[in-house]
C-alpha cells in the first residue's frame, strides 16, 4: 500500500510564510511527479505546483514567485514553501504523486488527505 501523508499546514498571517511536506511511503519503485493541488470552500481542486524527479516545476500563474515547490527524491517527500501568502490561497492543500509501485505496474496516481491552510489575520 502506498500512503502519502502532509503535514505543516495551519493558521498563517499575510505575507508570513509556511512549508508543507509530504512524504510518500510503501511499496514504491519509482516516483515521476509529485506537487500539490488545493481546493477551497465551493471551488473545483487546482494545480497549484508540481515537479518532476528531474527537478522540472511547474507552477500556477496564481501562486508564481511566491510559492516554491522541491522535491527529495532519497526520502519520497515533496515540500511546498509558501511565501507572501494571501488569503485568496486559504484551502485544503493535497499532496499528489505519480508513481509506479513495481516495474511491471504502469504509473498510477495517488492522493494525500489534505491538510487546511488558512490565510488570515
Known sequence: QVQLVESGGGLVQPGGSLR???AASGSI???????WYRQAPGKQRELVATTTGGGSANYADSVKDRFTISRDNAKNTVYLQLNSPKPEDTAVY?????LRVSVSIRYNEYWGQGTQVTVSS
Open 94 to 98: 493535497y499532496c499528489y504523486a505519480r
Open 29 to 35: 519503485f519509482r516516483i515521476d511527479v509529485m506537487g
Open 20 to 22: 508543507l511536506s509530504c
